[in-house]
């Protein structure tokens, strides 16, 4: 790899580790206060990044019960948590498929430049 190559994927890295850490903080907040039904509803957590509270209701995590309450659906989340685990790893076979490719093509290159 490259040093072009290297600092995306570290990019890509990081900023995965990052939407998860903002994730979890937000589910955490339910978590912590109980929030797990209409009648326990409460606000959003302060400074809630905008696209990371809409893909939670997007797979239903959080429940919008209206004038700004929300809940966390425990299923849901268990749910959200395991898709993402699943498509965390097809990323990580996808990319040594991809790696495997390269080397290989590398090695023929290089038998090629050596005859």
């Known amino acids: 790899m490259n040093a072009a190559t290297n600092a995306a994927a570290n990019i890509a890295a990081n900023a995965a580790i990052n939407a998860a850490r903002v994730r979890n903080r937000v589910v955490e907040h339910f978590q912590k206060a109980g929030a797990l039904t209409a009648d326990t509803a409460i606000a959003l957590p302060p400074k809630s ?3 990371t509270v809409d893909a939670l209701i997007k797979h239903k995590v959080i429940v919008p019960v ?3 309450l929300f ?3 425990l299923e849901a989340n268990a749910r959200s948590n395991r898709d993402q685990a699943k498509a965390g790893i097809a990323v990580v076979i996808g990319l040594v498929v991809v790696l495997a490719i390269v080397i290989g ?4 290159a290089r038998q ?3 005859s």
């Open 66 to 68: 209206g004038e700004g």
């Open 71 to 73: 809940y966390l659906d």
């Open 49 to 51: 990044p905008r696209h």
């Open 112 to 114: 090629f430049a050596v």
């Open 105 to 108: 093509a590398l090695a023929i």
